[in-house]
């Protein structure tokens, strides 16, 4: 089953607002790893974390790894239309990296 | 720089016919991932293979098999289509095996159409 659970669903901004998605793992994960796909492309690679509490910067983006390490959160800061598209954090744990469900951006200028 | 090579791109075949996916990995990375994304859907995970082997087995029906190559490119065979298979199946390929911490990259994917 679902092992990775991320929130929310779907999300519409007005552009210069914040976003924010949760991604939820059952058990610990090894490593976390967030992805974006615009609509009809595949996943990009965005960033990965490794150690638990750990927090990163990409530009407006920052992504952080729960102490626990079964909590990833990505923060966006005054969204632009560039940023629509589904966000997908990927899990690792057993040698499988479990995909969340996605949290869909949409962004309205 | 080179990325994930997966082809053909489009595929379009009938119920109960045959395909074959291929992936090419990136340069010197040894495991390769096979997902399966619905239509909005979240990429569910299929299969993997690490130095040529088997290294994990996800959701992926008895009618489709998968394996990857000396030259470590991996081909999904999928056999006795059905509607249901009619999916994007998309490949990525990493470094160290999948316990390593290491990003996936992922290729462009190969839309599945069955009819």
């Known amino acids: 089953g679902q092992q990775v659970m991320q929130i929310p669903q779907y999300q519409h901004v007005q552009e210069g607002e914040d976003f924010t998605t949760y991604c939820n793992s059952s058990?610990?994960?090894?490593?976390i790893q967030w992805y974006k796909q615009r609509p009809g492309g595949h996943p990009v690679f965005l960033i990965q974390?490794?150690?638990?509490?750990e927090v990163k910067k990409q530009k407006r983006l920052t992504f952080q790894f729960g102490e626990a390490k079964k909590n990833s959160s990505l923060h966006i800061t005054a969204t632009q239309t560039t940023d629509v598209g589904t966000y997908f954090c990927?899990?690792?744990?057993?040698?499988?990296?479990?995909f969340g469900s996605g949290t869909k951006l949409n962004v309205k200028p | 720089a080179a990325g994930v090579i997966q082809s053909p791109r489009h595929l379009i075949k009938e119920k109960r016919e045959t395909a074959t996916l291929k992936c090419y990995p990136i340069?010197?990375?040894?495991?390769v991932y096979w997902y399966q994304q619905g239509p909005g859907q979240d990429p569910q995970f299929l299969i993997s293979f690490y130095e040529k082997m088997q290294s994990d087995k996800g959701s992926i029906p008895d009618r489709f098999s998968a394996q990857q190559f000396s030259d470590y490119h991996s081909e999904l065979n999928m056999s006795s289509l059905e509607l249901g298979d009619s999916a994007l199946y998309f490949c990525?390929?990493?470094?160290?095996?999948?316990?390593?911490?290491?990003?996936?990259?992922f290729g462009q994917g190969t839309r599945l159409t069955v009819v």
């Open positions: 058990t610990t994960l090894s490593n």
């Open positions: 990927a899990g690792l744990n057993f040698n499988k990296f479990y």
């Open positions: 990525a390929s990493s470094l160290g095996g999948p316990g390593a911490n290491t990003e996936a990259f």
């Open positions: 974390l490794v150690k638990s509490g």
């Open positions: 340069p010197r990375h040894d495991t």
